[in-house]
């Protein structure tokens, strides 16, 4: 366990597998999300006065929230 705990910075490993496995569940539903004209322009919206890069978090924070796991 002290490889672990060097690598990953945590003797929780379960946390560690957790978080990377949430995350490759939350890119898949990305990739496979249909693109939505209605939440782009949902989210250009709310977060265009601070940037585009702000705009495609809201946009994909959108997206995991529709098809994501229910």
Known sequence: MGFWKRLF???????VLNKTMRSIEQSA????????KELWDQAYAAKNHISLKAVDEEYCRLILEKYGPK
């Open 9 to 15: 910075g945590s003797a929780d490993i379960d946390d």
């Open 29 to 36: 539903i990305l990739l496979n999300a249909p693109r939505d």
